[in-house]
């Protein structure tokens, strides 16, 4: 299946219980974004489940049993439903047990965007397992830090203009929460994070272009904080969409903000701190034949392994899986002079830095690296790959006795891997693409910083 574009789908989603004319709508905006939305007659092995119950009666025994039929198609995809705005608490409990609720208006801007974090975090999730398989094919398990999240009551940051919406917050989270913390402008917000541990926000912007939106955004991209989970009350379902174009990607309605801000804060809270955990074990930087510990990135041995486990993945789910491969050359500012050692292995570690941490950053040569990019179509691995190259050709870098100064010129090659390809056809065939965008434009007509 491919979608307008011509490429293949990110990602397929089964929508179930809706009616024809809501899976028309929703069908155009999820194939804008890259994902194929399919009837529950295709919906085996899909990515995600989309349970649509808007309309309807809802009760627990109800939910349980269409949570269950989609996970009897689909037993690695989580669930996403939506549900009305007006349903009670205790509908929105029973469903909750079962999946992430959203309620969305005319525009599925924030739908999408949820659908996109919740794949993202099984990409992670998933990578996470394989690469603990693989550690253990090769006997190094003890030289990483477990997946272990803290224990602990939550600190939560409620930011935003006073009013019954943030007075509502306040008394909802006293009781799960050992600290709570009211601020009310970005700024204030900005300091209290950078000085104290939070498990989740709570932000209250007046208005679509209030300082705290550049905030959410910002901390998206932040290192530290991007696991933060940013929660932002809808008085109506509408203003969803452009608080989702803006960087939100998590909602809860003014009206519930008293019965379900507590218990969504907790989930909230766990999921990230799980997913901290995760990263943290997929960015470790250690052990003999793990990673090359000049560069940071896995030695062809954990390549040969660990590619061999997402060929075999991608071939049995039918996800993508992109190739990226970059060769880097140092070039001296005083246009004079050898490579220098402690530069170029600041160039590659700085290519294991810029990637995800669920992909696979593997060195197969002293100036060539290859990237496997789980569930990543070839469009979005080529707009990755320029970033790296433009983060690279953008930095300077020193020598060991810092008195000469480097950049660095870089070739690039992105595509998708063809099904049934074994992992030493996977660089074979980055490898030669790499060698034809060579011949195309050499390495030394490229431009120099």
Known sequence: MQDQNGAPPKARIVYVGGSDEAYSRLLPAFAEAGYALVPQKDGAGADLGLIDIRGKAVSEKKAQAIAAQLRRKSPDSSVVIIVDPYIDVSARKALRRHGELVTIGEQPDALIARCRHMLRLRNIAEEAGERLKTLATLSRLSEFPPIASIQSSLHVLIAGEPGPVALAAVNALRPVTAKSICVFSAGQAMRAIENERFDCAFFLPPRENHPLMSLAKALRRHPRHNTLPILFPLHDPDDAAGLTQRGAADFILASHVSDDLAAKSQVAARRARLTKAMRRFLNACSGDMIRDPASGAFTGAFLSEHGARLCARADQTGRPLALMALKIAMKPRDGAGAPDRRALHKAARL?????????????????????????????????????????????VFRSEDDQRLFAIETQTAALARPEGFCIEECVALALAALRDEGRVRPLSQQSSR
């Open 351 to 395: 290519i294991k830095r810029v990637t995800r941490a669920e992909d696979t950053t593997a060195r197969i040569a002293a100036d060539t690296f290859f990237i496997l990019a789980p569930a990543t179509t070839a469009p979005d691995a080529q707009k990755a790959v320029q970033r790296i190259k433009g983060v690279l050709e953008n930095t």
